[in-house]
T-cell receptor, first 111, second 116 residues
Framework: DQQVKQNSPSLSVQEGRISILNCDYT??????FLWYKKYPAEGPTFLIS?????DKNEDGRFTVFLNKSAKHLSLHIVPSQPGDSAVYFC??????????FGTGTSLTVIP | NAGVMQNPRHLVRRRGQEARLRCSPM?????VYWYRQLPEEGLKFMVY????????ESGMPKERFSAEFPKEGPSILRIQQVVRGDSAAYFC??????????????FGAGTRLSVL
């Protein structure tokens, strides 16, 4: 039962443009959401998080938006850079002990 | 960043052998999590431990798999009598706590287990 879904396996964006990565979840008890970035042969690296009491959190070029009614979150990267090319995972957490991860979106930023 | 350290990075075992994966959490972190990633899939939770205690092992297969986090030393994920289906990347993560931003999990580079 996939509680966190990333329906786009891949995304290509021109350098300098905006990258928008999407994530949907099913469990309304989730109250904390995170985005991780992963390069091949490395572990996931924490990027940005958002609590369910907010609808937006910004950190430099990265902004996460949360729409609780739609059970949807998105990560915006602007401007996109070639070094942003990686696999991006969204994760969600509730009162339990684990994070639930999506299957990832592979972002390619074209120079 | 004295990050999460996992070793070995690569581990090759023959069917029926035992695999031991080690994880040292970030300095100051006492919460450790193990995840498994199969090819083309996301990370799947296996177990959550604090020092000397298994808090949640709901994601761990009931047989052949065990985990510990002793008072001294790294956390160990142990897989007995490995089978080809155990081939995967195993990631360890640690966090400072369970409240607010303390629950951000920081990951190691993973151990890639190959079962021949």
């Amino acid at each position: 039962d996939q509680q966190v879904k990333q329906n786009s396996p891949s995304l290509s964006v021109q350098e300098g443009r905006i990258s928008i990565l999407n994530c949907d979840y099913t469990n309304s008890m989730f109250d904390y959401f995170l985005w991780y970035k992963k390069y091949p042969a490395e572990g996931p690296t924490f990027l940005i998080s958002i609590s369910s009491i907010k609808d937006k959190n910004e950190d430099g070029r990265f902004t996460v938006f949360l729409n609780k009614s739609a059970k949807h979150l998105s990560l915006h990267i602007v401007p996109s850079q070639p070094g942003d090319s990686a696999v991006y995972f969204c994760a969600a957490s509730g009162t339990g002990n684990q994070f639930y991860f999506g299957t990832g979106t592979s972002l390619t930023v074209i120079p | 960043n004295a990050g999460v350290m996992q070793n070995p990075r690569h581990l090759v075992r023959r069917r029926g052998q035992e695999a031991r994966l080690r994880c040292s959490p970030m300095k100051g972190h006492s919460h450790v999590y193990w995840y498994r990633q199969l090819p083309e899939e996301g990370l799947k939770f296996m177990v959550y431990l604090q020092k000397e205690n298994i808090i949640d092992e709901s994601g761990m297969p009931k047989e052949r798999f065990s985990a510990e986090f002793p008072k001294e030393g790294p956390s160990i994920l142990r897989i007995q009598q490995v089978v080809r289906g155990d081939s995967a990347a195993y990631f360890c993560a640690s966090s400072l706590g369970r409240q607010a931003t303390q629950r951000i999990q920081y990951f190691g580079a993973g151990t890639r287990l190959s079962v021949l």
